[in-house]
């Protein structure tokens, strides 16, 4: 695991143990890193997922705040990319991927990976599949939204590995910073955490059952609603 998920999983400890209370700021980023011994760019990093996941919001020109639990994201922000095409700040950033327009790009790109997962599906692929939505569970029964975002990501990519084809592979891979951002933001509403896990049964049981249409539709069916629990409204192509 990457230093700023290792530190993001510790800032949500210490918010949910009550260390850092509802409605209180955290310490300045300086503090934060020097007392956690790692990079600046690591915490900023630590703290944006924090921010997609509904821990905390940023309140200019004062600091970083601990989100009321009953927080809800109207707006979802953007996905800032730097020109190198990883996530970056918005003063840094040469361009912004709209969180619409990541979804239209997923329901094209992953329904097609799923249906093909489907049609190639072999005996030892599906315990891997299953095993990834196991941990996914497992993370939100303890409330580990930053391993249960892990393990969202990576039951998507293991879809996208599965389609046979080595280029949705690399484009998933390609675009893992927005893609993860837009798995994140759903878990925002905390009343319905356990949508996306649902709806990943769906996906991994047509799969596994060689249902190539039923796969198809049960990722579009989990794109489309997820992007509505965050307010998201976008044409399917």
């Given at each position: ?194 949508a996306p896990a649902i709806e990943h049964r769906a996906i991994a049981a047509a799969i596994s059952a060689g249902d190539v249409e039923g796969a198809r539709h049960a ?19």
């Amino acid at each position: 695991m990457s230093m700023p998920n290792i530190a993001a999983q510790t800032l949500q400890r210490q918010i949910l143990s009550g260390t850092y209370r509802s409605g209180e700021m955290l310490p300045s980023q300086r503090e934060l890193a020097e007392s956690m011994g790692i990079s600046r760019a690591s915490l900023r990093e630590a703290l944006s997922m924090l921010e997609a996941l509904g821990f905390i919001r940023s309140v200019p020109g004062k600091g970083t705040l601990v989100a009321e639990r009953q927080d809800a994201r109207v707006t979802p922000p953007q996905v800032q990319m730097g020109a190198d095409g990883e996530a970056g700040n918005a003063g840094n950033a040469v361009s912004a991927l709209d969180l619409a327009a990541i979804f239209q790009l997923r329901y094209t790109l992953e329904s097609a990976a799923a249906a093909l997962a489907a049609r190639h599906i072999t005996p030892h692929a599906t315990p891997r599949l299953w095993g990834v939505q196991a941990r996914f569970e497992d993370a939100l029964k303890n409330l580990d939204l930053v391993s249960a975002s892990h393990a969202d990501l990576e039951f998507h990519q293991l879809v996208a590995e599965l389609s046979g084809n080595g280029a949705f592979t690399q484009v998933v891979r390609q675009f893992e910073q927005p893609i993860s951002h837009s798995l994140r933001v759903p878990f925002a509403d905390r009343e319905r955490i356990w949508a996306p896990a649902i709806e990943h049964r769906a996906i991994a049981a047509a799969i596994s059952a060689g249902d190539v249409e039923g796969a198809r539709h049960a990722m579009q069916a989990h794109l489309a609603n997820a992007a509505a629990r965050v307010g998201l409204v976008f044409t399917p192509p």
